[in-house]
């Protein structure tokens, strides 16, 4: 019989407050930004664009904001 090598895996832990970031970021405020962008302009493209752009902007100030604390 062969001897199976062990194989070792990766284990990653996502905290909980990181996850409750991720869901504000990109479902509530991109529906947010979503309706306040096609509301007034009743434009399909830039209600869509803003909500695509929004959420990177967002996570680049939170990190941009948290070096220089």
């Not at 990181?18 to 096609?38: R, V």
Request: with cysteine.
């Amino acid at each position: 019989m062969k001897s199976t090598k062990q194989q070792p895996y990766i284990c990653i832990f996502i905290s909980m407050s990181d996850i409750k970031k991720f869901i504000w970021i990109d479902f509530i405020a991109s529906t947010f930004i979503y309706y306040a962008l096609k509301i007034p302009s009743h434009s399909l493209i830039a209600a869509t664009a803003g909500s695509m752009v929004a959420p990177m902007i967002i996570r680049q100030s939170i990190i941009f904001r948290g070096r220089f604390k």
